[in-house]
C-alpha cells in the first residue's frame, strides 16, 4: 500500500481531510480549494491557469501562477509523509500544471457512487442509507471559487438523485407516511419529479385532499414562473389521486425506477477538454441512426463506430450531434480531428493528428516525437488510464484511423468517412443516404416555416428534389430564402434549375450541390462575394479577422463584419470566438469562383502569404539582417486602422510577442503554409517562409516543424528567383539538425551551404554557414576547428552588421574558449557577443550569454558574480520562454547562491528547477536525461551542506538511475 493510501477527503459537506481516522489540517480555504480542484480532477493534469480561473475567477492575485508554488508546497507538508521528495509526493508537477495521484486518495463522493452502485446491483435500499450517511451539510461548504462552486451545484443534484432514488424504494415498500414526512417541504418548490413523489406519498398515507392540493400548487407555480403546464410524471400522480389507483405496489424492478443522472447521462466529474464543434441545428431523418452511436456500448473496451456515405449527406452533422449526446459520459475529454482526406487542404497525416491529440490532452508546448511509432506509443500511454470520446471526420482510409485509437477502457471513437472502411474492425457501421422526399421537405420546412411551405407545396417538394436530399444542399438553399423573403419558392426552384455548374465531388444523379452553393454566392454583396472568394485561397484551414482584413485591404471592423455575414449565411463556421473556417466544400466552391478572377486571385494569395511571411520574420530572432532578401512591399501595415503598403517586415503587430502570438495560434498548421505556397508556384515566397519559421520553431522545441517547412520548399530553392535561397535553406536545415543532434547531416548541410555561399559572394550566407559548422565543432568535441570557424563568421559579421549572427558566432566561440579552459578568452567573447545582443533587444540570445558567462564565474568562485549574472538571465529566459535553458539557469543559480552560504535557498531553487525541467518531455528534448541529472547532483550537493543526508542519497541514486538508463539506451541503438 503506497505511502498516502491512508489519506480520505470528504467534500460532502466542509472540507475535511483526514489519515486513518486522523485529522489533516489543510490550512486557509483557497488552499482547501487548489487541493479539491487537484482532487476532483484526480489523475490529470491540471494548468496553473485552471487552477487560477477555477479557484480565484476574475480576480487572480497579482503574483499570478507564481502563488499556486507555495499552496502546493503547504498541501505537501500535510498530506505527504515527512522526507517526501516532489517527485514522490501525493500532488506530481507535470506539464504546465499539477497532477494529483487518484489511487492514493480516497473521496467520500466516490464512496456514495460506491454505495449508489451497491444498491442498483443488489436491489437493496440499505445502501442508499449508507450512503446519504456520508453527507454532513451542503458540498464544499465555504469554498470559494468558480470550480467550487460548480462542483457544489454538481453535488447537490448528484445527492438529489440519490434521494430520490431511496424515496422511490420507500414508495415501493409501501413506506408512505416516511416519505410524505421528509418531502414535506421541497427542497425546490418548483422540482416536478420529487413533488410527483410526493403525492404519491401523501396519497399512499391516505392524505387523498393534501395530494390534491399539492399537485394544484405546484401547477400554479410552474404557470405563476415558467408559463408551462405540468409533465407527464407529475400528471400521471395526479390523475392516478383521481382515479384512486391503489399506490401499494410490490418493490418495482429495477427498469421500473427513476435511473440516476450517471446510469443514462452522467455528468462528468470536472471540466474536461472539449474540442467538439459546434452543433448544426435541427437533425431530421436520422434518428434511428444516432440511436445506434449513442446506444451503449462493449463494457471494458474502445468502442468504434463508423458514419460512411457521399458527401455533403450530413455524415459531419451527425457525429458531432452524436457526440454532444455522448460527451456527459465521458469525464476525461471530449476531442475531434478534422482528418481532411478529402479537402483541397494538405491531408492531415497521423502524426500531425496524433501530435495536436497529445497537446490537447495537456503535453508540452515543445516538440513532440515524428516518428508514428513512438508517437502511438505516447498517445497509448497518455490515453490508457481515461475515458475518451474521440470524433475522427473525414478520415479517408483505415491506415489515417488506427493509430489513432485511444487505449483507455469504455473509450468511444466516431469515425465519418466517405468508404465504407471494410478493413477496419468497428463495433457498429451507419450508413447515411440522402434523405428521402418527405424528410428533404421536412427539413426544408423547419428552415423556411410552415406557412411559406404551405402556400407553395408543389414547388417546395421541387426544391427539395432539386437538392437530392443532401441536408447540406437544403440547408444553403433554406438559408436563401430566410433572408430573401420578396423570393417565391417557386422562383429559386427556377434559379436552381437553370444552373448547370456541378462540384464534382458531389454529383448525384444529374443534381448537385453545386447549384446551391452558387446560388449563395450569387446573393451576396460584392463586399461578401469578394470576402467569400478570398477566404477560399487563405493557406490555413482555420484564420482570424487579421488574416481576411490583410486580404481583402480593409479595416479590420469591416473584414469582421464580412466575415459574421458570411457566418449567418451558413457558408462559414466560427469553431471559436475570433477563428473561422469554411467547411471543406464550401471552400471548393469559393475556390472555384476565386479562380474565374485570376488577377484578384493571384493578388490575395500573394497578401495571405506575405502576412504570414511579415509574422514569422518579426518574431525571429534574426533580424532584419538576416533576411535580406525577399519582397519588398507588403500590404500589412496598419495606419489608422487602414492597411497601407510597407516593408515585409512591417506588419499589423505592434511587437515581435504579438507577431509569436499570432503564430502560435495556428498550432501545427504552419508547415502547411509552405506546402501551400508551393502548391500555388509561388516558390519565392515558400523558401522565404521556410526560412522565416526556422529560428521560431527551434526557440520552440519543435524541430520536426521546422525540418517538414525546410524540406517542402529546398527542392523548390532554384525556382525561387533568389540566388540566396538554395544556401540559406541548407543552412537552415543543418541549423535544425544541430538541435536534433544529428551532427553528420547537419556538418553534410553547413558544408555544402558554405561552398554555394563562396562561389556565390555571398557573404551573409558564408558567415552563417560557418556560425553552424562551429556549433557542430563544438558539440562533437572539435574546440580548436570550432573557434577557427565562428573567428572568421564573426568578422564577416561584424562587417554586416549582423547582430543576431554575430552575437551566436560570439557565443560558440566563448563557449570553445571555455571548453578549453581558455575563461579569460571565453569572458572577452561573451562581452563583445553580449554587446550585440543588447543592441538587438531580444531576450533569448541575451540570457544565454549571460547564462554562459555565469558559468566561468562559477568555476572560478566568483560567486557574487554569477548570481546577478544568473538573475537576470532567468528573468530574461522567461520572457523569451525557453523552459529548458531556465530550468538550466535556476540550478546554476542554486549553486551561486550555495556558494555565497546559503545553503537552504539552494534547495529550493534546484527544486525549482526540477520542477521547470517537467515542462518538458524527455521524449522530445534530447538533452532532458542530462540537465535531470546535472540538477540532481547540485540538488545532492545542497542537501548534504544542510545535512540532511538521506535526501542527499535519495538525488544521487536517481542521478545514478538515469546516468544507468541513458548507456543502455546508447548502446541498444548502437546494436552488438
Known sequence: MGPGRSLRLAVLGPVRCDRAGTPVHLGPARRQAVLVALALRAGRVVSREQLLDGVWGERP?????????????????????????????LI??????????????????????????????????????????????????????????????????????????????????????????????LPDPGDEQLAALRIRALYGSGRQVEALQA???????????????????????HQAVLRQESEGAPLPQRSNLTPLPHETDPAPRTPHPNTLPGDSGRLIGRGAELAALTAPSTPGAVCLLTVHGPAGVGKSALVVRAARELSP?????????????????????????????????????????????ELTSAWRAATSTRTLLLVLDDALDSAQIRPLLPAGAGSRVLVAARSRLADLDAERRVGLDPLDTAQALSLLTHLIGEERAAKEPEAAADLARLCDGLPLALRIAGSRLQNRTAWSVEYLVGRMAGDERLLGEL???????????????????????????????????????????????????????????????????????????????????ARRMADSLPDEAAAVRTKALRLHLAAARLASDWGAAGFPTGPEPSPAHVTNGHFNDRHVTDGPFTDWREAERWLDSFGGELPDVVGHAVALGEYGLACWLAEAYTDYFVRQGRYQESQTALELALPHAQDAGDPRIPLALRSCLGYTAIYQRRYTQARTL?????????????????????????????????????????????????????????????????????????????????????????????????????????DIHLRTGRYAQAAQLLTQAVRLVEQGGDVFLGAQNLTRLGTAVHGQGDAEAAVLLHQQALLQLQLLSPLTEPSYAWLEMDIRSRLGGAFMATGRIAEARVQYDRVAATGLGVACAQRSTQGP
Not at 490555413?540 to 458570411?566: I, K, Q
Open 61 to 89: 492575485p497579482p503574483t499570478g501562477v507564481k502563488v499556486l508554488p507555495s499552496y502546493v508546497y503547504g498541501l505537501r507538508k500535510r498530506l505527504d509523509p515527512p522526507g517526501t521528495q516532489p517527485e514522490d509526493s
Open 92 to 185: 506530481r508537477a507535470e506539464s504546465g500544471g499539477y497532477r494529483l495521484l487518484g489511487e492514493q486518495l480516497r473521496l467520500d463522493s466516490e464512496e456514495l457512487e460506491a454505495y449508489a452502485a451497491e444498491s442498483r446491483s443488489m436491489g437493496e435500499l440499505a445502501p442508499l442509507d449508507r450512503a446519504l450517511a456520508l453527507v454532513r451539510g451542503e458540498p464544499l461548504a465555504g469554498l470559494p471559487g468558480p470550480f467550487a462552486e460548480a462542483e457544489r451545484e454538481r453535488l447537490r443534484q448528484r445527492l438529489r438523485a440519490v434521494r430520490a432514488r431511496r424515496w422511490e424504494w420507500l414508495l415501493a415498500w409501501g413506506r408512505f407516511a416516511e416519505v410524505a414526512d421528509e418531502l414535506t417541504t
Open 215 to 237: 399537485y394544484e400548487e405546484i401547477r400554479g407555480l410552474l404557470r405563476r414562473e415558467l408559463g408551462v403546464d405540468p409533465g407527464p410524471e407529475l400528471r400521471q400522480a
Open 329 to 373: 459520459r465521458y469525464p476525461d475529454g471530449c476531442l475531434f480531428v478534422d482528418l481532411r482526406g478529402h479537402s483541397a487542404k494538405r491531408r492531415q497525416t497521423p502524426e500531425q493528428a496524433l501530435q495536436g491529440l497529445l497537446r490537447s490532452l495537456g503535453a508540452a508546448k515543445g516538440e513532440l516525437p515524428g516518428d508514428l511509432d
Open 507 to 589: 454529383s448525384v444523379g444529374d443534381r448537385s450541390v453545386e447549384a446551391a452553393f452558387r446560388l449563395s454566392y450569387d446573393q451576396l454583396g460584392a463586399e461578401q462575394q469578394r470576402g467569400f472568394r478570398a477566404l477560399g485561397l487563405a493557406p490555413t484551414v482555420e484564420f482570424d479577422v487579421r488574416t481576411v482584413a490583410v486580404m481583402l485591404g480593409t479595416p479590420w471592423d469591416t473584414a469582421e463584419n464580412v466575415l459574421e455575414s458570411l457566418v449567418d449565411a451558413s457558408l462559414l463556421q466560427q469553431p471559436r470566438p475570433g477563428r473561422y473556417r469554411l467547411h471543406d466544400l464550401v471552400r471548393v466552391h
Open 750 to 854: 553547413c558544408t555544402e551551404a558554405l561552398a554555394l555561399a563562396r562561389s556565390a559572394g555571398e557573404t551573409g550566407e558564408e558567415a552563417r554557414a560557418l556560425t553552424g559548422l562551429g556549433a557542430i565543432a563544438l558539440s562533437v568535441g572539435e574546440g580548436a576547428q570550432a573557434i577557427a570557424y565562428v573567428t572568421e563568421a564573426a568578422g564577416i559579421c561584424r562587417t554586416r552588421q549582423d547582430g543576431w549572427l554575430c552575437s551566436m558566432a560570439l557565443l560558440v566561440q566563448g563557449l570553445s574558449h571555455q571548453f578549453g579552459g581558455d575563461g579569460t578568452a571565453a569572458l572577452a567573447s561573451f562581452a563583445e557577443a553580449r554587446r550585440y545582443a543588447e543592441a538587438d533587444g531580444r531576450p533569448h540570445m541575451l540570457g544565454r550569454i549571460l547564462s554562459s558567462s555565469a
